[in-house]
């Protein structure tokens, strides 16, 4: 398989303040990843799909300015809330594929925010 | 719009026991399927992926199927351990819209008691 690391994996912050988190491909090198964002008992939630060197693609009902997402090298795409509120406490979750779109998909190891 | 489903929600069982996961999903025209495990509070490790035009795909202890034209897959587990309990979930890759994405089933609970 492949290996797709992100940090942190626990963040604790408080409202109104802003958080990165970092989703690296470790041994290939990824031209598009994936962040979702996951709730309890429930299915996985794709925010937005993060292109190298280009803007990021946002789902329906995704607030761009309030999730930004930069990839600005072939192994790195951040995620940052901005002014984060208790609402945005949750599981947030990276993927990259090596090849085309359609091969297997490796995930990083989760980030945990709480907006205290 | 694509929907997975995956029954049961839960499923407990004593070690040894064979066990199979259900998934379904309402747009057949997917490019592959994928089973994933997520333990508690981790993320999600890749099991098996299967392609379109594939119909299972084994690894160790555990076989997938895939029939595309009922929209439906299995993953079966063979002589369960406590150490395959675990959230189980099923996606499926296709086109939505103007980007190919997965899409999550909202996952299988297992317990496996010694």
């Known amino acids: 398989g492949a290996v797709v690391s992100q940090h942190p994996s626990r963040v604790i912050c408080k409202s109104g303040t802003s958080v990165k988190i970092e989703c690296r491909s470790l041994?290939?090198?990824?031209?598009?990843m994936f962040w979702y964002r996951q709730f309890p008992k429930k299915s996985l939630m794709l925010m937005a799909t993060s292109n190298e060197g280009s803007k990021a693609t946002y789902e329906q009902g995704v607030e761009k300015d309030k999730f930004l997402i930069n990839h600005a090298s072939l192994t790195l795409s951040t995620l940052t809330v901005t002014s984060a509120h208790p609402e945005d406490s949750s599981f947030y979750i990276c993927s990259a594929q090596k090849g085309d779109l359609n091969t297997e998909a490796f995930f990083g190891q989760g980030t945990r925010l709480t907006v205290v | 719009k694509q929907e997975v489903t995956q029954i049961p929600a839960a499923l407990s069982v004593p070690e040894g026991e064979n066990l199979v996961l259900n998934c379904s999903f309402t747009?057949?025209?997917?490019?592959?399927l994928q089973w994933f495990r997520q333990d508690p509070g981790k993320g999600l490790t890749s099991l098996l992926l299967i392609q379109s035009s594939q119909r299972e795909q084994t690894s160790g202890r555990l076989n997938a199927s895939l029939d595309k034209s009922s929209g439906r897959s299995t993953l079966y587990i063979a002589a369960s351990q406590p150490g395959d309990s675990a959230t189980y979930l099923c996606?499926?890759?296709?086109?939505?819209?103007?980007?190919?994405?997965?899409?999550f089933g909202k996952g299988t609970l297992l317990t496996v008691n010694p």
């Open positions: 996606a499926v890759y296709n086109s939505g819209g103007s980007n190919y994405k997965l899409t």
């Open positions: 747009d057949s025209a997917i490019y592959n």
């Open positions: 041994d290939f090198q990824a031209t598009t």
